[in-house]
């Protein structure tokens, strides 16, 4: 009898021992009572590029595409709500870039060629570069997988200080105007030459995806990826009469209070 009272007392006790083990993994990671919020500082490698959505036609091969890396650094703040579900928001600093080279057709271009300056449809090879230096502020509503990893996506808003996005043309010809105009050969020995910075746009905003992982007590690696719904030009600008937006990517560690 006093065998079976104790496997229902243990039967019963078990559960409970086991919910509390369970809720101490919970707390342990933080924050204290599983609700509340703290700071996360952060610093981290950014690589990625400025694209076409979609790739337009008159773009026939990428010969070559080399992320110019970059860096990330800033602060977040972040709030639980329950267990699982909280917010969070921040001001990151950033600076990142990308070059490429591509095979065109009828590429629309404004381009400089000795002192001349030429518009028209460009066949050829392009090389671009492009850099953009600024600030965001994302927004995220952040999920709880478990009591270590976290996941979030929200909005961002992104003010470029500076942006640059010049490149040449080479080893091709630009017909002046339009694709039936005066034909100019443009080589290797003569390449000619654009700068488009003075008509970037300065604001942005987009989608971040993010993650956390608690490696230690205070200590997380995160990564995220931003996708730009803003392209880098504004309508008004027709010398490039397709949209490119900001496509980067992350990783890092950050401090976690």
Same mark, same amino acid.
Do not use: C
């Given at each position: ?9 243990? !039967? !019963? +006790?078990? *559960?409970?021992?086991?919910? &509390? ?8 990671? =933080? ?8 700071? +996360?500082?952060?610093?981290?490698? %950014?690589?990625? $590029? ?8 008159? +773009? ?15 602060? @977040?703040?972040?709030?639980? #709500?329950?267990?699982? %579900? ?10 990142? =870039?990308?070059?490429?080279? &591509? @095979? /065109? ?20 090879? @392009? /090389? ?14 952040? #999920? ?7 996941? $979030? ?11 640059? #996005? ?5 080893? $091709?010809?630009?017909?002046? $105007? ?7 050969? +443009?080589?290797?020995?003569? *390449?000619?030459?654009?700068?488009? &910075? ?34 880098? #030009? *504004?309508?008004?600008? %027709? ?19």
């Amino acid at each position: 009898m006093k065998h079976k009272i104790l496997l229902a007392a243990l !039967l !019963l +006790i078990l *559960p409970a021992a086991l919910a &509390a083990q369970k809720s101490d993994k919970w707390t342990e990671w =933080g924050p204290g009572g599983l609700t509340g919020g703290g700071w +996360i500082v952060r610093v981290g490698y %950014v690589i990625g $590029g400025t694209s076409p959505l979609p790739v337009p036609a008159e +773009i026939r091969a990428i010969n070559s595409f080399k992320p110019l890396g970059g860096i990330t650094f800033g602060a @977040d703040y972040y709030h639980m #709500f329950t267990r699982r %579900v909280g917010l969070q928001a921040g001001v990151h600093f950033f600076h990142e =870039g990308f070059s490429t080279s &591509a @095979d /065109v057709k009828n590429y629309r271009m404004g381009i400089t060629q000795g002192n001349n300056y030429l518009e028209g449809n460009f066949t050829g090879v @392009d /090389v671009t570069n492009t850099t953009l230096t600024g600030i965001t502020i994302p927004l995220a509503a952040t #999920f709880r997988l478990s009591p270590r990893w976290n996941v $979030g996506v929200g909005p961002f808003f992104s003010f470029v200080a500076k942006g640059t #996005f010049d490149g040449e043309v080479t080893d $091709g010809y630009l017909r002046e $105007g339009d694709p039936t105009g005066q034909k100019i050969d +443009i080589t290797a020995d003569n *390449p000619a030459t654009y700068d488009f &910075a003075a008509n970037m746009n300065h604001f942005y905003w987009g989608l971040e995806f993010v993650f956390d992982y608690k490696a230690m007590k205070h200590l997380n690696v995160f990564g995220g990826f931003d996708w730009s719904l803003t392209s880098i #030009f *504004p309508k008004s600008f %027709v010398t490039v009469p397709f949209n490119m937006y900001p496509l980067y990517a992350k990783i890092g560690v950050a401090y976690r209070y």
